[in-house]
């Protein structure tokens, strides 16, 4: 048997992060570590390893995963911090870029990290801001690989309620996901699970350089399977 990819996931315990380890269950080419702040509840048939550790000790946590590649899927909502824009910087640009850090002090070949549809630094959408701010510096760590990975609108049941926009949306999707064409595709929605196997294909994958994945790139990389 060859050997397996070690990928160690930072944010277990959102919707991508919990759909990523439900979709490697089984895979033996992957040994999967997650790296999270609490406890998360594995699924089942779970063969991996979950780290504990307060974010100002994720470094040590990454380097103990001796990764291959670091999945990212960090993340929260302006609305979830309350309007407060350094608490979301805090996460979305501070956070990630740490952890970022420590997957390449670590040895990491390969850096896969969760962004979003329309990420941009010069927006005028200060989400979409910080988005585009952390991806041009992630690409300054000068990994081996670098995916970016923006998908739409993320459909799954998510900790908690759900949004009401996201509630709308979902709903939604299947009617407004088939008017999407040409250049509007990239903002159809898209399931956790696919989204998860997606990431999953990219693993350990030897090219080298910096891609993005948008809606239909995700879907071209889950045909080949």
Partial sequence: MSEQTRVVLVGATGLIGRAVMAEAVGRVDIHLVAVARREV??????????????????????AAGRPHAVVIALGTTIKAVGGDKAAFRAVDHDLVLESARAAKEAGARQLIVVSSVGAQFSSKNFYLSVKGEVEDKLAKLRFDRLDIIRPGLLRGKREGAARPAERIGMALSPLLDPLML??????????????????LALTGDTRRGRFVHEHDELRRILRRG
């Avoid at 089942?44 to 504990?52: K, Q, T, Y």
């Fill in 41 to 62: 509840r594995l699924p089942p048939g779970a063969r991996m390893e979950l780290l504990l550790s307060d974010t100002e000790h994720w470094p040590d946590a990454i």
């Fill in 182 to 199: 040409g250049s509007l595709s990239k903002y159809r929605s898209a399931k956790d699970s696919d989204l998860a196997r997606a990431i």
